[in-house]
């Protein structure tokens, strides 16, 4: 990353947390309307985009990187009803899916050599290039995963799949967003996939990235330190 990009990555990062705080203020003053939904009815298609990309999550991804993809996935859809965005189901949820699969034991390179968002990317474009998936189709899926760890994603310039791939993200790590969704369907979302074990998962205390990237530009701002729970309250 270039100075300007590293600037540019903390600077969304504090966004997020101001975006958070007008959140719990609007909540608190009741002027923030969160959404509600039965989590089925935001199940993916079964089209044959997402079977091939939920097929490659489940043989390389350990249980609990899985469930914080389908939290992504579900998050980010949420804040689509919310805000009433429009975007393709199948698209988010390949994106959303796989979009750590850079933290997988088998992938190559390895943290310490490469931006595992980059590198993800990259994989997950090769591997539905050769499932027969339409290149641009592949580049989508690919260019979400690279840009998740952004903070904010542009949905003019990136796309609306790429936007919420990145919210649901950041939604499941340090909860920016969650109070604009009704907290039954936390709870249901949650219980869907338990978060148990995400931050050994995601390596968030011991992944030795490569210097300068936007991984290691998050992890040394929090102090190599773990985010607290941010739906503790939800799962105790």
Not at 61 to 66: P, S, T, V
Not at 149 to 166: I, K, P
């Amino acid at each position: 990353m270039t100075t300007l990009e590293t600037v540019g990555l903390v600077g969304n990062l504090m966004q997020a947390q101001v975006r958070g705080a007008v959140d719990a203020a609007r909540s608190a003053l009741g002027l923030l309307r969160p959404s509600e939904a039965a989590i089925e009815a935001l199940a993916p298609p079964q089209t044959s985009l997402v079977q091939d990309a939920l097929a490659l999550a489940e043989e390389t991804h350990e249980a609990a990187l899985l469930h914080h993809s389908w939290r992504t996935y579900f998050f980010g859809a949420l804040f689509a009803k919310h805000e009433r965005i429009a975007y393709d189901r199948s698209l988010l949820f390949a994106a959303a899916i796989l979009h750590d699969v850079g933290l997988t034991r088998d992938h190559e390179p390895s943290l310490c050599k490469r931006c595992f968002a980059l590198s993800g990317g990259e994989r997950a474009q090769r591997y539905l290039d050769a499932c027969g998936h339409p290149p641009e189709v592949g580049r989508k899926v690919g260019d979400a995963i690279a840009l998740h760890l952004n903070g904010w994603v542009s949905r003019r310039l990136h796309g609306a799949e790429a936007q919420l791939v990145s919210r649901g993200a950041f939604c499941d790590l340090f909860g920016v967003g969650r109070r604009r969704v009704a907290t039954p369907t936390l709870k249901a979302v949650l219980a869907a996939h338990p978060r148990a074990g995400v931050m050994e998962a995601l390596q968030f205390e011991t992944a030795q990235h490569h210097r300068g990237t936007r991984p290691a530009v998050m992890t040394a701002m929090s102090g190599h330190k773990a985010p607290r729970d941010p739906f503790i309250e939800l799962t105790n």
